[in-house]
């Protein structure tokens, strides 16, 4: 995954940072941790200047959960993919996989996780004697697929709109 030593290091202090945030979040907001003693934290334990410490700190004072929030995110998408990935094997596309992630923007993870099912399912029957021409998509929750073989067109595809199925014929 990583093409020098350097990537590898800055993935580790990716991640050193990221888990400094959430014992600081936490702290703040569930031990009742002063500023100072955050701050502290940070300086403790990471290779943070006190003006990012700082910085850092006053923002997950007025933000509480943001850390914790991001991270949950983060872990739900690292999740997704790897499913993504495991279930699709060799059809899997990283690009594609982070078009529907990213596609709908700021979306609950429950709907992500409903969404990326219904990617996975469109690829494995775009795969097999069914096409999924398009997508219809009159809302976040709306999932209607329209199958045709090889002969259909895009364009008898769209006008069958109104009878399409769930799943193949």
């Known amino acids: 995954v990583f093409d020098d030593p350097l990537q590898y290091v800055g993935f580790l202090h990716s991640r050193l940072f990221r888990a400094n945030r959430l014992v600081v979040d936490t702290g703040l907001h569930a031990k009742g941790w002063s500023r100072e003693q955050a701050i502290a934290y940070f300086?403790?334990?990471s290779p943070m200047s006190e003006a990012d410490a700082t910085a850092e700190v006053d923002r997950y004072m007025?933000?509480?959960?943001q850390a914790l929030a991001y991270m949950t995110g983060a872990l739900e998408i690292e999740r997704l993919r790897e499913r993504a990935g495991r279930e699709l094997g060799e059809r899997f596309d990283l690009r594609e996989f982070h078009d529907e992630v990213l596609g709908d923007?700021?979306?609950p993870l429950p709907v992500l996780q409903t969404k990326i099912?219904?990617?996975?399912?469109a690829r494995r029957v775009a795969d097999g004697n069914w096409p999924v021409i398009m997508q219809y998509r009159a809302g976040v929750h709306s999932g209607l697929f329209v199958y045709a073989d090889s002969?259909?067109?895009p364009s008898a595809a769209r006008r069958s709109i109104v009878g399409a199925t769930a799943g193949p014929p």
């Open 62 to 65: 007025a933000w509480p959960g």
């Open 151 to 153: 002969n259909t067109t």
């Open 43 to 45: 300086l403790d334990n």
């Open 105 to 107: 923007g700021i979306i």
């Open 117 to 121: 099912d219904r990617w996975i399912e």
